[in-house]
């Protein structure tokens, strides 16, 4: 089946534009994870939507950034105002959610967007 | 506050030589671990996660809560091991925390 896309690949834009990030998770995945990947500072975590809760908001790292997950699927990924520090690639991943515990299982990485800020 | 560290951002071993990469972590609750790859031009993807105690590929990882670490072992490297290892904390909101990852190359 098919696995997690994330349009666009590359993005470039000129600081102070805005620009928004789409993650197609996989479907009947109830979580879904957003992360920046910058040379040399792995995988930070910006946000995470679990089924209809109040996502946990507690990795982004300023009011610039946002997101939403529209029905539960297609998610959204927004950086207002971009600055030069916001280059990097974002990387979107999707799991399930066991019935019991409700723990997430194994994250499916999606391949990501290198945004470029200039 | 969960934290993951990876003290090395490089590794590199010649074939067949055995490879440890160190993951040591800071939790309060009951974590769960993990080791992702991503291999050139791959996607990132899991590799094996403490829970399983299984091996994959060869890799092997077990966590001593003691030492607070999830060290990733292979007793004989290979070529096509060379990626970037991530090792990530999965707390009990589900909330994952990732490390700086570590580049390993193993050299012919």
């Known amino acids: 089946g098919a696995g997690v896309s994330q349009s666009p690949s590359n993005k470039v834009t000129e600081k102070g534009k805005d620009v928004e990030l789409r993650c197609d998770p996989i479907?009947?995945?109830?979580?879904l994870y957003w992360y920046r990947q910058s040379l040399g500072q792995g995988l930070e975590f910006l946000i995470y939507?679990?089924?209809?809760?109040?996502?946990?908001k507690s990795g982004l790292p300023s009011d610039r950034f946002s997101a939403e997950r529209t029905g539960g699927s297609v998610s959204t990924l927004t950086i207002q105002r971009t600055q030069q520090e916001d280059s990097a690639v974002y990387l979107c991943?999707?799991?399930?959610?066991?019935?019991?515990?409700?723990?997430?299982?194994?994250?499916?990485f999606g391949p990501g967007t290198r945004l470029t800020v200039l | 506050a969960q934290r993951v560290t990876q003290p090395e951002k490089l590794l590199s071993v010649f074939k067949g030589a055995p490879v440890e990469l160190k993951c040591n972590y800071s939790?309060?609750?009951?974590?769960?671990l993990f080791w992702y790859v991503q291999y050139s031009r791959q996607r990132l993807q899991l590799l094996l996660r403490?829970?399983s105690r299984e091996s994959i590929k060869g890799f092997t990882a077990d966590l001593n809560k003691g030492e607070t670490s999830f060290h990733l072992k292979k007793p004989f490297a290979q070529e096509e091991d060379s990626a970037m290892y991530y090792c990530?904390?999965?707390?009990?909101?589900?909330?994952?925390?990732f490390g700086a990852g570590t580049r390993l190359t193993v050299k012919p």
């Open positions: 991943a999707s799991s399930v959610t066991s019935s019991s515990g409700g723990r997430t299982d194994t994250q499916y």
């Open positions: 479907s009947g995945h109830t979580a």
């Open positions: 939507f679990q089924g209809n809760s109040a996502p946990d």
């Open positions: 939790y309060s609750g009951s974590p769960e």
């Open positions: 403490h829970i």
């Open positions: 990530a904390l999965r707390g009990n909101n589900n909330d994952m925390r």
